[in-house]
């Protein structure tokens, strides 16, 4: 199936890793969710499921439900073969539906035209896939809340509310770095990158809520959307308050001797985010090929291969940018102490 990841290769990448067929229910419910962004930050998303050797007209309506599911998508649907029924089933709910000939010609004209146009692009083979699968099963093992936040993580639709979840995956994982088996680091290093690039992608989408307003808005417009998570801001306020009394009166009783900080109920990190906002808006018609270089290095990463963004940037100003882009959201993610597994995104 490695022709389904070549068909979107070059969109900004794949929230869900294509997988082997016999091994894709191991790992999630669709094959691809592909995002690529325009030059306002506007994203076309793609949805691809893989069918296998037959095709079903049942599965074109639950490819339907997803696509209802993600409103403004392409669904695409692959198959060996795609018969009269399902192509037809298909087209009247607004899907598309790919033989694997079909396909392959379409992945050639892609492949040819990203030489030429010398796009970013690393290949992820089987064994790619299959070595994400055994980094999943150690990170399982490890913790069993790391793995299922992330496998359902790709259905959250708010871009705040992930954002806040990647953040506390990131903290969560961060402790099994200094593993003393290599095997539980080497696992680790990859979910925290692959964490990075997931929280890039969300940043990039608050970017899109924000890309209207005046700079001097954004901060208070980021702290009301956190605000209103969940529960009310209004409900919020009244239960801090009510805590603060509490932490006020034990540091009262206490004279100051056990040291409890105040409540907060905006993320501590809020002030980075709209750093970040700000740098992903002002690069907002570069951010595609940014997240793709980006995604280079990722798979590079995956590969055991180690590629500086420095090296594979053009130029000092698109250099400068995706470094202070990376860096930034780095520390939305980890505050001043980045880990050095990052080195080649910065």
Same mark, same amino acid.
């Given at each position: 199936m490695a022709n389904l990841y070549n068909l979107l290769g070059y969109f900004t990448r794949f929230h869900i890793t294509i997988y082997p067929t016999q091994l894709r229910n191991q790992a999630t419910d669709i094959d691809v969710y592909a995002i690529r962004y325009s030059s306002q930050l506007v994203p076309s998303v793609y949805i691809v499921e893989a069918m296998g050797k037959g095709d079903?007209?049942?599965?074109?309506?639950?490819?339907?439900?997803?696509?209802?599911? +993600?409103?403004?998508?392409?669904?695409i649907l692959v198959s060996d073969r795609i018969d009269a029924l399902v192509l037809d089933t298909a087209k009247k709910l607004g899907l598309k539906a790919f033989s694997l000939a079909r396909l392959r010609e379409l992945t050639a004209n892609d492949v040819d035209w990203a030489r030429r146009k010398q796009r970013p692009h690393v290949?992820?083979?089987?064994?790619?896939?299959?070595?994400?699968?055994?980094?999943?099963k150690t990170i399982k093992t490890l913790d069993e809340q790391l793995f299922w936040v992330y496998h359902y993580l790709w259905l959250e639709n708010n871009p705040y509310l992930?954002?806040?979840?990647?953040?506390?995956?990131?903290?969560?994982?961060?402790? +099994?770095?200094?593993?003393?088996?290599?095997?539980?680091?080497?696992?680790?290093?990859?979910y925290l990158k692959e964490i990075m690039m997931l929280s890039l992608l969300s940043c990039i989408e608050i970017a899109a809520d924000c890309i209207d307003l005046l700079p001097t808005q954004l901060n208070?417009?980021?702290?009301?959307?956190?605000?209103?998570?969940?529960?009310?801001?209004?409900?919020?306020?009244?239960?801090?308050?009510?805590?603060?009394?509490?932490?006020?009166? &034990?540091?009262?009783?206490?004279?100051?001797?056990?040291? &409890?900080?105040?409540?907060?109920?905006? /993320?501590?990190?809020?002030?980075?985010?709209?750093?970040?906002?700000?740098?992903?808006?002002?690069?907002? /018609?570069?951010?595609?090929?940014?997240?793709?270089?980006?995604?280079?290095?990722?798979?590079?990463?995956?590969?055991?291969?180690?590629?500086?963004?420095?090296?594979?940037?053009?130029?000092?100003?698109?250099?400068?940018?995706?470094?202070?882009?990376?860096?930034? &959201?780095?520390?939305?993610?980890?505050?001043?102490?980045?880990?050095?597994?990052?080195?080649?995104?910065?």
């Open positions: 079903s007209v049942s599965e074109v309506f639950r490819m339907y439900g997803f696509k209802s599911y +993600f409103r403004n998508c392409d669904a290949p992820i083979s089987i064994s790619d896939a299959q070595r994400v699968l055994g980094f999943l992930k954002l806040l979840r990647l953040h506390d995956l990131s903290e969560r994982c961060s402790k +099994f770095l200094k593993a003393t088996r290599e095997e539980d680091a080497v696992a680790t290093s990859w208070d417009y980021l702290a009301d959307r956190f605000y209103n998570l969940g529960t009310s801001k209004e409900s919020k306020m009244r239960i801090k308050d009510s805590i603060q009394v509490l932490v006020d009166t &034990i540091r009262e009783l206490s004279q100051g001797k056990i040291k &409890i900080p105040d409540v907060e109920i905006v /993320p501590s990190y809020l002030s980075d985010l709209a750093q970040t906002v700000k740098l992903v808006i002002e690069n907002a /018609p570069f951010i595609q090929t940014y997240v793709l270089l980006d995604e280079m290095i990722y798979r590079k990463n995956l590969q055991s291969v180690s590629k500086n963004i420095r090296e594979v940037a053009f130029g000092d100003t698109q250099r400068n940018s995706i470094v202070k882009l990376n860096a930034s &959201i780095l520390k939305v993610l980890h505050g001043s102490s980045v880990p050095s597994i990052f080195n080649d995104f910065v």
